[in-house]
């Protein structure tokens, strides 16, 4: 187990910005895992052209109890409704997670109460962290000094990004009250303002940038 473990590490970490693609994440429950199909193409054409990275233009799909989720180094998901991970599903992404993966999830609304509980059986130990205005993450290429941007309105409540950290390091990140996903997409599915899509992908940026150098 532990030769296993540490070639998964091995793997993970010398992916770097040199990795080639990323990923969204399916997961069973009945949630709609697969909204928002422009998104991530947008995102990852956004980083290549802004910040050199030589990303895949096809993000991968990736189930929560694939083995084939250690390919990638960085995985996305959203939604609106439910998620559930089997006790065995939950292990695997652990194991990615604590082997250098990266979770973000991004609340389509709605996704939250469930993606809390499901995140309690992968991490029963840890405690979402509400990420402070002076966090990295909100200050890499692209300087975001009241933290995460308001894309979309939902309940009237502040955009919020909370965390999970294994020894030191995000692990997983959950982008609340925001709908980062919904400004990613092309401007024909919600004719958002340039401005506020600009705002929404250059957060995007922020946070594969944040991964991918720590």
Not at 2 to 7: A, M, V, Y
Not at 80 to 108: P, T
Not at 129 to 141: A, D, S
Request: hydrophobic share 40%; charged share 20%.
């Amino acid at each position: 187990m532990k030769k296993i473990l540490t070639i998964i590490i091995i793997c993970i970490a010398t992916m770097g910005l040199s990795a080639q693609q990323i990923a969204l994440l399916k997961y069973n429950g009945g949630g709609d895992w697969y909204v928002n199909p422009t998104s991530l193409p947008n995102l990852i054409k956004f980083c290549n052209a802004n910040l050199g990275t030589s990303l895949d233009a096809k993000p991968a799909t990736v189930e929560v109890g694939s083995a084939d989720i250690f390919q990638y180094p960085f995985v996305h998901m959203t939604g609106h409704g439910n998620v559930v991970f089997s006790d065995a599903e939950a292990a695997n992404l652990r194991m990615y997670l604590i082997s250098g993966g990266f979770l973000h999830a991004d609340d389509n609304y709605g996704l939250s109460n469930f993606i809390r509980k499901e995140m309690k059986k992968v991490f029963p130990e840890l405690e979402l962290v509400e990420l402070p205005y002076n966090h990295p993450i909100f200050h890499q290429k692209y300087n975001f000094p009241n933290g995460l941007p308001k894309i979309h309105e939902h309940d009237n409540k502040p955009p919020q990004a909370f965390a999970l950290f294994w020894e030191g390091r995000m692990v997983f990140l959950f982008t609340y009250e925001s709908d980062l996903g919904d400004g990613w997409e092309d401007y024909i599915v919600h004719k958002d303002s340039e401005a506020t899509r600009t705002k929404a992908l250059q957060m995007g940026a922020n946070i594969i940038q944040y991964v991918f150098t720590n």
